[in-house]
């Protein structure tokens, strides 16, 4: 494979020919892929867009090199699905087949359970598919007065990738591109704005939460803030918000969550795809039966909470208090409940006490990347029973894990969920009992 110059629509299965580093060209034989969706050679040498069993040539120096040429390609290669990809930095895999890429996070995940001297169980992951992606965030740069450039950040650079297709979003994002992008364009008031769009697929049309528009000089101006709506409006969009304020809203941008309708508010988290979150839900439910009350930590909005309220009394716990508001909001529509309580409370700085778990006995917690070392030493010295942890951060959770270990629990086994498709992340679900 050659690289070829770049073009105004480069083949999918073709490089186009990057800046070349300083250092002269060498050859190498990709033994491994590592955490970032590199090739590893012997070094160790890190090349992009390479598999293990390739010979290549590439240039640069130092631990990081640029891809020439592969001289002897895997049989486990394949054409990527999108145009952008070899410059986009959104996917860093498009080019490895399904099952051994599979394999790999499934093969990483278990080598950072290692380091922290866990073994367990781990089932066979769910791969979530192309086009199920919900939740995108779109970067904006000054185009014209009718059409913004509109994508993701280049890879390892701060440039913008003007996109045209995104293969891992939800049909209705892809439709909406050229909307999205005439709506950034009234967006560049202050030549400080650096917009981004976190566009969300809900079950009532798009949410667009708006950040990044200088607001010092006032924000955006009486007429551009006219425009943003008629072009909201023109492309049926359900809410535009800016920072969280609504600039535009002809409904309520909703999603059903087990027996539960939520009205999200701006910018709410919301698992990357349906998929992945229906069986990551059921999962939990599973292993949650038996329960006589649930503790359900970083519940944000409920994505898990109704479905544990159905098996037994269940108290919802988040940092975000307008997510814990949409959650309670929620309660009296959705039929079938044990009962729910909820709270708003940093459980970072102040997490649920052993004394606060003493009538729990089964635990979720979902925490952000950073995990929840100070949630997790508290469970480890209560008298829960049960522990299901969900984390997108497989070093964090293992974190988490040895206290819970140390702590007298058993990881009895893993869910690995594939939600960030062509990515070197992957999300789980454990289960602890002790």
């Given at each position: 494979?050659?690289?070829?110059?770049?073009?105004?629509?480069?083949?999918a299965?073709?490089?186009?020919?990057?800046?070349?580093?300083?250092?002269?060209?060498?050859?190498?034989?990709?033994?491994?892929?590592?955490?970032?969706?590199?090739?590893?050679?012997?070094?160790?040498?890190f090349?992009?867009?390479?598999?293990?069993?390739?010979r290549?040539?590439?240039?640069?120096?130092?631990?990081?090199?640029?891809?020439l040429?592969?001289?002897?390609?895997?049989?486990?290669?394949?054409?990527?699905?999108?145009?952008?990809?070899?410059?986009?930095?959104?996917?860093?895999?498009?080019?490895?087949?399904?099952?051994?890429?599979?394999?790999?996070?499934?093969?990483?995940?278990?080598?950072?359970?290692?380091?922290?001297?866990?073994?367990?169980?781990?089932?066979?992951?769910?791969?979530?598919?192309?086009?199920?992606?919900?939740?995108?965030?779109?970067?904006?740069?000054?185009?014209?007065?009718?059409?913004?450039?509109?994508?993701?950040?280049?890879?390892?650079?701060?440039?913008?990738?003007?996109?045209?297709?995104?293969?891992?979003?939800?049909?209705?994002?892809?439709?909406?591109?050229?909307?999205?992008?005439?709506?950034?364009?009234?967006?560049?008031?202050?030549?400080?704005?650096?917009?981004?769009?976190?566009?969300?697929?809900?079950?009532?049309?798009?949410?667009?939460d708006?950040?990044?528009?200088?607001?010092?000089?006032?924000?955006?101006?009486?007429?551009?803030?006219?425009?943003?709506?008629?072009?909201?409006?023109?492309?049926?969009?359900?809410?535009?918000?800016?920072?969280?304020?609504?600039?535009y809203?002809?409904?309520?941008?909703?999603?059903?969550?087990?027996?539960?309708?939520?009205?999200?508010?701006?910018?709410?988290?919301?698992?990357?795809?349906?998929?992945?979150?229906t069986?990551?839900?059921?999962?939990?439910?599973?292993?949650?039966?038996?329960?006589?009350?649930?503790?359900?930590?970083?519940?944000?909005?409920?994505?898990?909470?109704?479905?544990?309220?159905?098996?037994?009394?269940?108290?919802?716990?988040?940092?975000?208090?307008?997510?814990?508001a949409?959650?309670?909001?929620?309660?009296?529509?959705?039929?079938?409940?044990?009962?729910?309580?909820?709270?708003?409370?940093?459980?970072?700085?102040?997490?649920?006490?052993?004394?606060?778990?003493?009538?729990?006995?089964?635990?979720?917690?979902?925490?952000?990347?950073?995990?929840?070392?100070?949630?997790?030493?508290?469970?480890?010295?209560?008298?829960v029973?049960?522990?299901?942890?969900?984390?997108?951060?497989?070093?964090?959770?293992?974190?988490?894990?040895?206290?819970?270990?140390?702590?007298?629990?058993r990881?009895e086994?893993?869910l690995?969920?594939?939600?960030?498709?062509?990515?070197?992340?992957v999300?789980?679900?454990?289960?602890?009992?002790?």
């Amino acid at each position: 494979m050659r690289p070829q110059q770049r073009r105004s629509k480069p083949r999918a299965d073709r490089r186009p020919d990057p800046r070349p580093p300083a250092g002269p060209p060498a050859e190498f034989d990709i033994e491994t892929v590592g955490g970032e969706g590199d090739g590893v050679a012997a070094g160790p040498v890190f090349v992009p867009f390479s598999l293990p069993g390739e010979r290549v040539r590439a240039q640069g120096s130092g631990e990081r090199r640029e891809l020439l040429e592969v001289l002897a390609a895997s049989p486990d290669r394949i054409a990527p699905a999108c145009p952008h990809f070899f410059t986009c930095g959104g996917c860093a895999l498009q080019h490895w087949a399904h099952e051994p890429y599979l394999a790999w996070k499934v093969e990483r995940l278990a080598g950072t359970l290692a380091r922290e001297r866990i073994e367990t169980e781990i089932l066979p992951p769910v791969a979530t598919s192309p086009g199920t992606r919900r939740r995108v965030t779109l970067h904006a740069r000054r185009g014209d007065r009718d059409q913004a450039r509109l994508g993701y950040k280049a890879r390892k650079s701060w440039d913008l990738v003007d996109i045209e297709v995104c293969p891992i979003a939800e049909p209705a994002i892809q439709a909406a591109i050229p909307a999205l992008k005439r709506l950034a364009a009234r967006l560049f008031e202050h030549p400080k704005s650096a917009p981004s769009l976190h566009v969300t697929f809900t079950d009532t049309g798009l949410d667009v939460d708006i950040t990044g528009v200088e607001a010092r000089s006032g924000g955006l101006g009486a007429d551009a803030r006219v425009q943003l709506a008629e072009r909201a409006a023109e492309a049926d969009f359900a809410r535009v918000t800016l920072n969280g304020e609504a600039a535009y809203m002809s409904r309520l941008p909703q999603v059903r969550l087990g027996p539960g309708r939520v009205n999200l508010p701006p910018g709410a988290f919301l698992q990357a795809t349906k998929a992945a979150e229906t069986a990551m839900a059921d999962f939990l439910a599973a292993a949650a039966v038996g329960a006589s009350r649930i503790a359900d930590l970083y519940c944000g909005v409920g994505t898990f909470t109704f479905r544990l309220a159905e098996i037994a009394p269940t108290h919802g716990v988040d940092s975000a208090p307008e997510a814990v508001a949409a959650l309670t909001a929620a309660l009296a529509g959705a039929p079938g409940l044990k009962g729910v309580t909820t709270e708003a409370r940093d459980l970072a700085r102040r997490p649920l006490l052993v004394h606060d778990l003493r009538h729990t006995d089964v635990a979720v917690f979902d925490p952000p990347r950073a995990g929840a070392a100070e949630q997790a030493r508290e469970l480890a010295g209560s008298g829960v029973a049960r522990v299901i942890g969900v984390s997108c951060n497989a070093a964090t959770f293992a974190r988490d894990a040895r206290t819970l270990i140390d702590g007298g629990f058993r990881l009895e086994r893993i869910l690995p969920v594939d939600q960030f498709l062509w990515s070197p992340h992957v999300e789980l679900v454990g289960v602890f009992s002790r």
